[in-house]
Structure formats: structure tokens, C-alpha cells
């Protein structure tokens, strides 16, 4: 497992001292551009599977519920970062929603998980309070991005506030 995270660790090194070099001002730096960022894409990508791989084995001791939220947790954040670092190389309003969605998500999933741990009217307490929560941030995310969305959907550029 160590031999695997110094590996990656070393590749991710190489895949940003090529990409300064690839920012040089040499001839023809542009032609190597697009694989240099394909390289940097892929050791990002390794490196999130490396993490989530490293959050599940802390899961591995654990028992029952705490195990679960664990799993959970660790998923999530794997979700998240993927897609932030999606809408780190295409920064588009719709991969921006993606970002938001899924650090909305990752928060409800965690929690009710947490919530299981409790009985009765507490867990159902909980998770009604989660769902609530979870259901505004999805409400707010759509209200945030539906007036972007509808000038992409039209072409248009100018507010059509007075």
C-alpha cells in the first residue's frame, strides 16, 4: 500500500513538473498541451482513488453504524472531489451544479447514516430533519443556477432584469 502511494505520489510530481515545462515559451508548446493536461487529469484521478481507497481501510475496524457512515463519508467525498475536478478543467455553470449536488448529497447520505445509530421517534425525528435539509439545499441550488441555465438554453448574454 505504501509502495502504491509513493508511486502515485511520484506521478503526480512528474504530471506538474511537465505541465510547467509544457507553460514554457518554447516552439510548439502548444501541440503538447492537450496530453500534458490529460496526464495531470489522470494522476488528479489517482490520487482521489488513492484517498477514498486510504478513508475506506479507516472504515475496516469499525462495527455496525459507525462502519456504514464511515463508507458513507468516504464515498461522498470521493463523489465530490471527481466532480470538482470535472468542473476544474470544464468550468461550466452545469459542472459548477454538479459540485453543489454532490457535496448536498454526500452531507444527506452522512447523516442519515448517523441518524440510524438512533431509535424510535429519535431516528425518525432525525432523519425527517435531514431530509428537510437536504431538500432546501437541493431547492437552493436549483434557484441558484435555474437563471444561468436559462440563459445558456437561450443564448442569451444580458440580464433581462430592469
Do not use: W
Not at 508548446?29 to 486510504?54: G, L
Amino acid at each position: 500500500m505504501h509502495t502504491k502511494l509513493l508511486s502515485i505520489a511520484a506521478a503526480v510530481a512528474l504530471a506538474f513538473a511537465g505541465a510547467a515545462q509544457a507553460q514554457s515559451p518554447s516552439t510548439g508548446a502548444q501541440d503538447h498541451k492537450p496530453s500534458v493536461d490529460r496526464k495531470a487529469r489522470k494522476a488528479e484521478e489517482d490520487r482521489i482513488n488513492a484517498e477514498y481507497k486510504a478513508e475506506r481501510a479507516k472504515c475496516k475496524d469499525m462495527k455496525g453504524n459507525e462502519k456504514e457512515a464511515c463508507e458513507a463519508d468516504a464515498k461522498g467525498k470521493e463523489h465530490v472531489a471527481k466532480a470538482e475536478l470535472k468542473a476544474k478543467h470544464d468550468p461550466t455553470p452545469a459542472n459548477q451544479r454538479k459540485v453543489d449536488e454532490a457535496k448536498a448529497e454526500h452531507q444527506y447520505k452522512v447523516a442519515k447514516e448517523k441518524c440510524d445509530a438512533q431509535k424510535g421517534k429519535e431516528e425518525s425525528a432525525c432523519e425527517k430533519d435531514v431530509k428537510a435539509k437536504y431538500d432546501k439545499a437541493k431547492a437552493d441550488i436549483k434557484a441558484k443556477y435555474a437563471s444561468s441555465e436559462r440563459k445558456s438554453a437561450t443564448g442569451s448574454t444580458a440580464s433581462t432584469t430592469k
